[in-house]
């Protein structure tokens, strides 16, 4: 079948092509620079261990009560299917499910009891911008912010005479739901993901 | 015969999950006023205001699964874990049912449960009708060890990239994404361009290719299943050599000739079609080949 | 034959057929899921769109925003170009969650046996109807009591709640009214012929005392708490060293139930030192020789005794009031809930009085002017005393309560709640057997749980109209699942602002307030009376007075001749004396007296103050508990209570704990603080298995309002039973 020579016969050509082409897509879509850091569910692993354990099964996803958890096919295939979370559309309400479903503990299981959650749990750092804050500007009555915030008090308090949020990077939980409760005119907080540059 | 009925049953069992199960998942969440909208802090104070309870008894798919408690896990996605160093013993608990039937019946995944199948179906038929208007596609095919060294690619790749490939080109798991997208998001996602991609490939280029030479899953559950003693047994006397068997069956094996290899799924078509009913699915001496050198003609 | 492994006979023959059958069995499933996901990958994007409307949750009356997809409800913000300027609270963005919450009431229900059937509306009408018209036969119309919660308070409805009781037969419609604001509406009404609106945003000195306008009013946390910066003064003064009282240039940690001897201090320092507005008195006050008498023994060290406080603070209050004004003084509940609570906002507004801040920019607006007053009537009534025709023929019953409470019955026209347990119980003054529930929950909300909940039995019948099922809901007879006032058919626009305008349609078979009451109506034969189709058309009807009340004609004082009122009292002045509470038996003059039950050390059976049902942000009264984006920020309900107080108990933070008053007993959890005055304990109140009404009772009531002692109760805690 083969012609004798040197020339590999056409299925071994064909093989080594295919896993050429498979090794060599791989790579580039290995080390294509990553999209832009995103908030993880709740009890997730920091960055390098995250990506080495979740499976893209999505069970978190499945169970999540108000549909926050998402997941995104990208070419950097490193990130790709992962689970996200976009807090201004739909934030975490930190019911702890997914961390309850995560088959390879990419999310840590979480009790889902007010004091445990707000010790572990950090999904990523509130960043006000108080320029646009409606608040501090004096522009218009709000406190949303505080008013959601599941440790108002704690995570953000009211300050000076204009009332307006200061937040404790340290006591936040990273939920998000405060940037979801701040109204589409001011837009001006933002949690910037735990593992990673601001997007 | 029962063994086509049961196989069936079971394959439509597995296509119907994964629509189904995330149907049932909304629908609770739905149902109580939860899912996209609705807030609900606190477990136990969700659970008294009619939320869904913390620990659903069905989630996800054949990828990764949980039923009443117990965890079954794709060997494939336990084996990139214990590789990319994500591993604990509970990832070996998980995936040690799908390893034990492997081992005793081959590679029988992808005859009985892989939600793939009705896409292959679909390929299968374009190219029957292609050849009746008789532009027959091809039947290219790589070197047998192909779907053994994509495997090893991806494996590691993974360990060199630190993150679990093999869900992004299995089809079962992506089938698995894309079938929840649809149902949670009402759409799907770009996920879903390698299954048109394997259609395609299973269409135009190989028959019943991704199966044969390209899934690392199905890779994986060959290696698995190596020393799977229940097989397909000839009987020499009744068979007339008529090679029915080997036209029927899509994972390039050769049953008229003995020339079985890991990658027979153990899916009966040859042993219901054959008319002399020379062939039967029994235990017996392993068939312990990895993949046979010489291609059909 | 053997089998030599070479093919020596042909394929099998197939089908000619372009595709054959088997063909198509194969590639059924693949189709099948190709169609599934074409049919599921895309209903296509959501209809959205954004409709302006008003919260009416609370008296805020917020404008908002909400956005609407597919006729839900997905977020709401306030809205900025309203008189709110875009303030919401943590109700107003879970607005989403209530419309749309899976637990609310689908369809009529009716008891039978233990568990509720549900029922279409016809039926439930006609037999709450058929019901009533026998309980008529049986014990007179007065029999029926129709009752509205804080759900319908201001709400224009309820002009025509009033015309459906007097149409039915009965006087007896009550409110929130029996229990909220009232007296001190009707102190500040008896004082100075209308009610007292504190002008914060332009006072030097802002008092806010026994209230907590960070949770009861949010919209006003901002501008109340400006009142301690910029060179102003803040002063907070209650037992609870609340978010705005840790911002105050002063707070005063009192002993509940001694702000009206506070009060009488005060004017005792500022009289004392001169720093009374002489001039303003001498104008326009009665009663101000006779007032010295009674707060002669009202003196720093004494006052300081009586409030727990230091007399330095009081001193320094005093002075700070008289001043460095205008001050004004923003009053709550936590004066009202005691058994002197009319007495107590009367000293309080006398207060103001003396320092000149009365109908004073920066003081107290006063909406009720001179000439607006009804002629004959003491007291500007709350209700308008106007309807459109035909008009209710006149009832010669009174309502529950006037025997016991005639000035509120003279204000309000209406029945004091309070005394409904004793009515059904014990058919004082006569017998009460029927309640309709309008958005009310009594068994949670009102005193003498107990009580209360053996008088339900008694009732023949009981229904309750709200969109969710209370725990008043539970033990009625029909259950009727109302809309919330953001569900509805929009009017058109000429007829209401469009910020008024309903978001979304009625959910499931819930119908508004307006069409049960109207249905109701026409079941009992009443339907001449309610012949609009909307509220909105009924508001338009022109009106006629009716409910004049003759006896009020003889209460009323006549200026004597040429002299000109200037406030809308019987005497044209502010009454630090008031005739009227003279002539009803009254003490004329503010005056403080020791409670007649007594907490204190003395009394080791229940040494403890209990404060219940202050305010907290996260919910109103008894609602909510079932949203959980509400409920996450309160969980489960606590009491607050001193270190000092905890470790006597011994309770520790967090644990449970057992509340025990002479009426009965509740388990709820400990919050340990030191913001909580030592002798206190303070309850939640609103939680239906925690029940703090079940420590209280209705047999001490305030004389002059009717008002429940809800914050100055006696009781002891202990570990809760293991």
Redesign the interface.
Known sequence: MSDGGKRLPPITRRGLLVGGVALGGGVLSLISPPPAARLRPPGALDEPDFTRRCIRCLRCAEVCPPGAIRFATSFGMAGSDTPYIEARSRPCTLCMRCTQVCPSGALAPIDADRTVVGAKVRMGHPRLDRQKCIAWQESGECRACYYVCPYAGAAVRLDGRQLGPVFDREACVGCGQCEEACPEAALAITIDPRNGAPS | MLYQWLRRSCL?LS?AAL?V??AW?LAR?R????????????????VS????E???GI???P??F?IFGI?L?DPL?GV??LL???G?S??LI?ILPWVILAALLGRFFCGWLCPY??????????R??LR??GAGPPD???????PF??LG??LL?SV??????A??VYPP?IL??????????????????VIVLAFLIDTFISRAGVCR??CPGGALFRLLGIASPVRVR?D??A??????C??VCSLAQSP???GLDSGCERCGKCVASC?QV?LRLAAGKPIAVLFRRE?LP | MTGSGARNVPPQGRNRSLVSRRDLLKALPAAGLVAAGAALAGPGAPRSSSRTSTCRICRGLCGVRATIEDDRVVRVEGDPGSDSRGFICLHGMALRDIIHSPARLRRPLKKEGDSFREIPWEQALQEIASRLLDIRERFGPQALAVHSGWALVGHPIHDFLMRFCRSFGTPNLSTVASLCETAARMAQSLTTGSKCRPHIAQSRTAVVWGANPGASSPAWERVVASAATDGRNLIVIDPVRTDLAERATLHLSIRPRTDGALALGLMHVIVNEGLHDRTYVERYTVGFEALLDRIERFDPATVAGITSLPRESIEKAARMIAREGPTSIWTGLGLEHHDDATQTVRAVTILMALCGDLAVRGGAALPIAPGRRRDGEPLPCLYGGMTPHPVPPPIAARPIGYDDFPLFEAFNREAQANLYARAILEDRPYPLRALLLFGANPLVTAPGAAKLSRAAERLSLLVSIDPFLTASGRVADYVLPAATFAEGTPPPPAVTPAAAHPLVPEQHDSRTDWAILTGLAKALGLGHYFPWETLEEALQAPRVPWMADPEHALLSDRLAPGEKASFPTASGKIEIFSRTLERFGYDPLPDWQEPTRRAGPDRADYPLILVSGPRGRAYVNSQFRQIPAIAASMPGPVAGMHPETARRAGAADGERIAVVSPHGRIELRAWVTARVHPECVVVQAGWSDANANLLTDDAELDPISGFPVFRSGVCRVEPARA
């Open positions: 439509a296509c629509y199960v995330p998942h969440l149902g109580n006023g939860a899912g996209p909208a609705a807030g609900s802090n606190w477990a136990d104070l969700a205001a009619g939320v869904p913390m620990a659903p989630v996800g798919t990828w990764s949980r965890e896990l996605a990139s874990l990319t160093g994500g604990a509970a990832i998980a199948v009705p896409v292959l179906a679909a390929a299968n038929g374009l029957a009708l009746r208007l290219l095919q790589p070197d047998r060890a192909t060294v994509l690619c991806i790749l060199a990239g630190g993150a679990v490939l869900p992004l798991a698995g994404r894309q079938l929840f997208s649809a149902v949670f998001y009402g759409g799907v996602g770009a996920g879903s361009a030479w390209l000839r020499r006397e068979c007339d050599d008529c090679g029915t080997d036209e008229m000739t003995d008319p020379a291609p």
